[in-house]
């Protein structure tokens, strides 16, 4: 008879049962089995600063639903480690050994049971009964089981939780790598559109200067035209800067100097440079900086952290590029002093069309990481907000000098 | 004598903005605008000098320019292509000379002056 519980608590342990059912289950069949009028499971909240009940079976009498921090029966047998068998001649006591527990009140006998896994007390059970009750050896016995059973309810309780976060880590992860893939198809779309508009935008280009060379000098209509050229030249470089990510595979196989492509890039610049009192400190590796690179791209990567850079010091300051070679790695840097980027925008930077601008395509930086990862290289960005960008760029070095510099 | 520019493009407008500024220039221009066509017009004979447009449909501009060299080699060519990329294609390297397009044709024709007065 006796041994039912052991059976059903069984049973319980592994039953798809939320931990609510199996808690509540679990007070009706210590009160079945055991000769108590009520029986009550708290468990220590997340803080570990109170004790609340959980399940509930039996007379309504003395129902604590919960035990703050304090001196109450949960806490002396929390701390004591081990159970406290309670008997009071006097129902209308609730004192026990200087503890004080409401709870108490209208029994004569309380067993209290630590519900503990090691060292760890997930809560406490409590039986209490009108009469004075006196446990057998036997059931003391089978007291323990069913007990050691509830623990390990607890616990599988527990272990189903941490498999849940753990699938809910999983499924965000997942969508993050889907939406990291729908952006890098969003790229390559853009790409292949930016490839389409190139040509109508040189022959639309080559007609305007048609146009501004068979108008009088003194027309009316000069600075449109002019406006217009302009704006053309702006749409075309942005088509010249983005072309790159339409070729996947690795880069072509060809061995350049890495401070010659910076400086190629850097004469691109250098009217808008001058235009914008921006100053450029050069700190290039003395010496030749071999890198195995498809050079039109490498520029086009330079280009983009340039005229990022160049964007970013609308009040001037110095432009400072450097490069190195360090454990086989050739380091390029291109330092801006240009305020840096906002902390929350850093997750999103590399994204296609993320950006800030006004005029932005959100497509620079993406561009660039993608022509760097195909020269097998990486990009790290560290920003100092307030202050300013550095952008690394590390390629390997395609030299036989791979020592430290 | 004018000089015979034939310029092979699949984009009409561009071949139009070429006719109008090499006509300017001095030069007589005929217009292909696919690989066939220009090969077809190059056999009528008197042509100067190429500009060819790499990617169009159909034949591209490597393999026409293959042909163009395997029969009419004094005929200089000049490759002429959106994209920069192609530079290191090795098939481009029998060209004689290579430009990225831009609405900006000042490169372009001072590339075409210097090939046709070394003719």
Known sequence: MVSDIIKNMAALVTSGAGLRIKLRNVAWLFLENFPFDQCSIYMRDENGRGFTLRAFAGEARGRVERYAKGAALAYYVKKEGKIAEVYTPDPADVRWKRVEDRGLEGYRSVVVI?????????????????????????????????????????????????????????????????????????GGMAAELTHEIKNPLISLGGVASRIRRKIEKDSTALPYVDRMIKEIKRLEDLVNRSVAPLKDDSCAGEIDDINRILEDSLDYFADELRAKGIGVAKEFFKGKLMVETDREELKIAFDNLIANAIQSMDKGGTLVLSTLLNDGWVVTEVADCGGGIDPRNMDAIFNPFFTTKEDGTGLGLPITSSIITRHKGVIDVDNRAGHGVTIKIKLPCAGKDKKRS | MKKRILVVDDEEGLRLLYKEELEEEGAEVELAASGPEALEKLEKGSIDLVLLDIKMPGMDGVEVLRRVKEKWKDIPVILCTAYPHYKHDFGTWASDAYVVKSSDLTELKQIIKEILSKT
């Open chain 1, 114 to 186: 630590p519900l503990m896994d090691g060292s760890r007390c997930y809560g406490v059970l409590y039986l209490k009964s009108v009469k004075k009750v006196v446990l057998g050896r036997r059931e003391k016995k089978t007291l323990e089981i069913a007990v050691l059973q509830l623990v390990s309810i607890l616990k599988f309780a527990e272990i189903i939780l941490d498999y849940k976060e753990v699938v809910h880590d999983l499924e965000q992860a997942r969508a993050k790598l889907l939406s990291a893939r729908k952006m890098i198809h969003l």
